[in-house]
């Protein structure tokens, strides 16, 4: 049973006009799938990684962005693998209370790692931000999905230049199953 919650690529950026931001290539009456394939083989490869960050639910793209991070090389560190760590819990069980604890470490913790962009990524998938202790504003409906890139984008770039080609359709792939339904979050 496919997860898929779109029919066309330009069903993906009416729901979310910021992807427009993200992915270069306009949105056409293309399959979602097919999209992705000729995202990948296009000027702009990585593309494909914000078209996958948009494509699937909250969870499974929490859950991709970790995967993807986690097949392309280990946690950087310690704070890297603890981010995941709760990004992952959040994604097993998306209580309030492990989403806020995912939230506290994406918005605080070292940018630099995509862990922490993972955890925002779960952070952001609903509810309210929280700033400074206090209630914020609701969370913006692309957090999740722009968190998810920035995570897969910068465990890309951590890998020397001549990996890189070869590790996008990976992450692309591991997209893929999860919205065919054969990578189910654990």
Known sequence: MSKLRFASARDVFEAFPAARDDIQAPPVDEAPFEFLGRLLQGRAPEDAIGFCAYLLGRRETVWWASQSHRTLGPPVNREDEKALLVAEAWVR??????????????????HSLPGVWVSLAAGGSGGV????????????????????????????A?????QRAAQLPICVDICRRLAQDKSQPS
Do not use: F, N, Y
Not at 99 to 108: E, S
């Open 93 to 110: 069980e998306p209580e309030e209370h492990r989403r806020r604890a995912a939230l506290d470490i994406g918005l605080h913790g070292d």
């Open 129 to 156: 931000l929280i700033i400074s202790g206090q209630l914020g504003p609701p969370v913006a409906p692309e957090m999740t999905a722009k968190s998810a890139r920035a995570a897969v984008l910068i465990s890309l």
């Open 158 to 162: 951590r890998l020397p230049i001549r």
